[in-house]
């Protein structure tokens, strides 16, 4: 029998390279570190790191090392933004080797006694084993404020003193707290970047007071176009303290490249605590309870007070994710803060999985559009709590009033062919492998 041969016409296909993936940090406060450490241990490694406390530094430390051994970045913040402030000032912020036991004054960053600080600060970072550090700063509320000038100075006298230190590898990353005001000026904001040119950062970490989980559409359409002018600076931008849909929106419409923000907690910059003395001494936060089809953070009772309203509730709000809460609604309640982890995760995954042309107009399509018909559910639900039912009512109209704005904006920047794009941090393990190929052409 002879053989029969087919023959087949190869035809070379061009394959769209696949998007950077968009960055994520979790802000690890005095109560989380054990769910990061199951969450490390469970193999979960989508994020790219954590940002540290050092008040905290002695009992993380497992947590630093797991998070060091998965190749993910450990990010000190020395906490000085609050310890220059009468309400952000604590006892053991002033026991740190670069506190002074008071409140920080503009003279402990200058001369002598600012040199003294940097390296204190350099070799904390040397004994702890972080990667990377945000740079000491303040809250500016003008360009022409003391503080920017002396936070632009420690910027570089740190990159010398770590390099000094043995610390070469260590990412020095700027971090810049403005008020709302500042990041309207288009003066200021021209100032701000010709200071920022000659920052030795890897990355700029925007913090605007203000802004987060809970802005309006206009803050957030202000937002996105003032930051594309930071684009020009050519390094990742991240919004620090920006969480829920307002920060996935930021990253959407790549005004920025990464989001940094608590666990259950730290979703919107706010200093305001920090202008009055503080009060009693505080305990930690509960967790709160991530309704992701509501884009709400609820309380415990809170949480169990939606779900009381029976199978219909749990099908609409309920986490489905069989990986993330096995059990449902019961996972929810009893591990929060493992169900917000996984949650966040799987929406910037998901995110920069999409082509970034395509990736303002599918977020407004395929997440905004469908969490405002179920804000518009829980708002029809009979509350008992007449705070409960007022509160639903205001994120029903404030979803409603984003999906408009936020649609508006998704159409303009299809038909916007000049429009910038910030660009992604690069992960850890892609700086310590320099040979692995990026996502990038």
């Known amino acids: 029998m002879a053989n029969s041969i087919t023959s087949m016409n190869v035809v070379p296909r061009l394959i769209r390279p696949a998007p950077d993936p968009l960055g994520l940090y979790f802000r690890v406060g005095r109560g989380d570190h054990r769910a990061l450490l199951d969450l490390l241990a469970g193999g979960e490694t989508r994020f790219f790191g954590l940002v540290c406390d050092p008040t905290h530094a002695k009992f993380q430390r497992e947590l630093v090392e797991r998070a060091v051994e998965r190749r993910l970045d450990v990010i000190l913040d020395p906490r000085t933004q609050a310890s220059a402030t009468i309400g952000g000032f604590t006892e053991t912020l002033g026991d740190l080797p670069w506190g002074r036991g008071r409140i920080h004054t503009e003279d402990?960053?200058?001369?002598?006694?600012?040199?003294r600080l940097i390296a204190n600060l350099a070799r904390f970072v040397a004994e702890h084993g972080y990667t990377q550090i945000l740079t000491p700063s303040h809250l500016i509320r003008s360009s022409a404020d003391d503080w920017w000038e002396i936070d632009l100075r420690c910027a570089r006298d740190l990159r010398e003193e770590l390099d000094r230190v043995g610390c070469s590898s260590v990412s020095v990353l700027c971090s810049l707290?403005?008020?709302?005001?500042?990041?309207?000026?288009p003066a200021e904001r021209r100032a701000l970047i010709q200071g920022l040119k000659g920052c030795p950062a890897d990355g700029l970490w925007l913090a605007i007071d203000g802004v987060g989980s809970s802005s309006t559409p206009t803050a957030v359409r202000t937002y996105l176009e003032a930051v594309a002018e930071f684009h020009a600076l050519n390094i990742p931008l991240i919004a620090d303290h920006a969480g829920g849909l307002v920060g996935l929106a930021f990253v959407a419409f790549g005004g920025v490249g990464a989001l940094a923000?608590?666990?259950t907690h730290g979703e919107r910059f706010d200093t305001t605590h920090w202008r009055r003395p503080r009060g009693e001494k505080s305990f930690g936060m509960q967790p709160r309870v991530y309704i992701p089809t509501l884009d709400m953070l609820l309380k415990p009772a809170e949480a169990q007070s939606l779900f009381d309203f029976g199978r219909r509730a749990a099908a609409l709000?309920?986490?489905s994710d069989t990986k993330c809460c096995p059990r449902g609604v019961t996972d929810m309640l009893q591990n929060p803060a493992h169900h917000f982890l996984r949650q966040r995760i799987d929406e910037i995954s998901r995110l920069g999985s999409i082509p970034e042309s395509l990736r303002a107009n599918r977020f407004v399509e395929q997440r905004l559009r469908p969490i405002t018909d179920t804000a518009l559910a829980a708002a029809g639900l009979d509350w008992k709590e007449p705070a409960m039912a007022k509160r639903m009512q205001g994120q029903?109209?404030?979803?409603?009033r984003m999906r408009v704005a936020l649609g508006n904006l998704a159409e303009e920047a299809r038909s916007h062919a000049g429009r910038t794009m910030s660009v992604p941090p690069r992960r850890r393990i892609v700086r310590v492998n320099p040979d692995r190929p990026s996502a990038s052409p």
């Not at 402990?108 to 040199?115: E, H, L, V």
């Open 396 to 400: 029903r109209l404030r979803l409603d």
């Open 177 to 185: 707290p403005i008020t709302y005001a500042m990041l309207r000026n």
């Open 317 to 319: 709000f309920g986490c």
């Open 261 to 263: 923000h608590g666990v």
């Open 108 to 115: 402990d960053f200058r001369g002598a006694a600012g040199r």
